[in-house]
């Protein structure tokens, strides 16, 4: 199976750039996705943006679009996100997650793998 690892997180300042990263081990396939939510307590957890694992495509949530980039490296097993401009409603929990399709999909549902999560703290 596909195991993952997120790292990174901490506390940053609003108007700060993250990098995140996710580190990608197990039987993968280049039409495969990789995935990244986030989750603040009290809410449903919610999609960030998700690339395949080829690095061919990518795509984002309208509350992200324009800060983030999600970039691929399947030879070195990572996917990386970095999300510029931060601001206080950007605080959650960081998940990566894989799905085995390219078809793109938003819903946490459709993601079958999944790493332990990263905690992201904007502070104003």
């Known amino acids: 199976q596909v195991q993952l690892v997120e790292s990174g997180g901490g506390l940053v300042q609003a108007g700060d750039s993250l990098r995140l990263s996710c580190a990608v081990s197990?039987?993968?396939?280049?039409?495969?996705?990789v995935g990244w939510f986030r989750q603040a307590p009290g809410k449903e957890r919610e999609f960030v943006g998700a690339i395949m694992w080829s690095g061919r495509s990518s795509y984002y949530a309208d509350s992200v679009k324009g800060r983030a980039t999600i970039s691929a490296d399947n030879a070195k097993n990572t996917v990386n996100l970095q999300v510029d401009s931060l601001k206080p409603e950007d605080t959650a929990v960081y998940y990566c997650?894989?799905?085995?399709?390219?078809?793109?999909?938003?819903?946490?549902?459709?993601?079958?793998?999944w790493g332990q999560g990263t905690q992201v703290t904007v502070s104003s």
């Open positions: 997650a894989v799905r085995r399709a390219s078809i793109r999909s938003m819903s946490p549902g459709d993601y079958v793998y």
């Open positions: 197990g039987r993968t396939g280049l039409a495969f996705t």
